[in-house]
């Protein structure tokens, strides 16, 4: 059973265009964490955002957390063929255990 | 070292065989996680050591599984008897303090059972 959702599961687009990533779950989560990773590598943790509603930006990457604590989402503006990875959220549930969604593999084009 | 480090970085086993799967986590960090990721999947949680103590061994599939981190620092995976569906990259996280700051993640540990 996955607790968080994610979509979409694969996503492929040219460069320079924007594109949006959701993650979604009907448990509500202290803090949700977006990761990055690349092939043969550990997650890379990109933001982590914690109010209700809370919107931080990382350069071209808009992460927003949903006033009900139970989904997020990541908007990339222009994209560019260095974005291209495997992107994850997880959740927080208590302090103790991160539940990660299964993930989106973004594929830029040039 | 700077980081999270594993080792071996890739391990073949036959089935049946055991296997021992090694983190060093970063110098100071209190918390230590392992995860299991299936290919094409997110990373599942396993254990979760705070120090020596293992707080959470709820993720760990089977009593083949067996985690410990004696010390407070490097710890250890093993699993027994490996079986074909083991198969997968196991990775460590560490911590400085409670999860909800960063965890960094080591490469893992790539583990076939042939």
């Known amino acids: 059973t996955q607790l968080l959702e994610q979509s979409p599961q694969f996503l492929s687009i040219q460069e320079g265009e924007n594109l949006t990533v959701y993650c979604n779950s009907s448990s509500v989560f202290s803090s949700l964490q977006w990761y990055r990773q690349e092939p043969g590598e550990g997650p890379v943790l990109l933001v982590t955002?914690?109010?209700?509603?809370e919107v931080k930006k990382l350069k071209r990457l808009t992460f927003q957390f949903g006033d009900a604590r139970k989904d997020s989402s990541l908007h990339i503006t222009a994209a560019q063929t260095g974005d291209t990875g495997l992107y994850l959220c997880?959740?927080?549930?208590?302090?103790?255990?991160?539940?990660f969604g299964q993930g989106t593999r973004l594929t830029i084009n040039p | 070292g700077a980081g999270v480090s594993q080792s071996p970085r890739y391990k073949v086993a036959k089935r049946g065989q055991d296997v021992a799967l090694r983190c060093d986590p970063i110098s100071g960090h209190v918390s230590l996680f392992w995860y299991q990721q299936a290919l094409g999947q997110g990373p599942e949680f396993l254990t979760y050591?705070?120090?020596?103590?293992?707080?959470?061994k709820s993720g760990l599939p089977s009593d083949r599984f067996f985690a410990e981190r004696p010390e407070g620092s490097v710890s250890t995976l093993k699993i027994q008897r490996t079986q074909q569906e083991d198969s997968a990259v196991y990775l460590c996280a560490s911590s400085l303090e409670k999860l909800n700051t960063e965890a960094f993640f080591g490469q893992g540990t790539r583990l076939t059972v042939v």
């Open positions: 955002v914690v109010t209700g509603g």
């Open positions: 997880a959740g927080a549930r208590g302090a103790q255990k991160l539940v």
């Open positions: 050591f705070q120090n020596e103590a293992q707080l959470d």
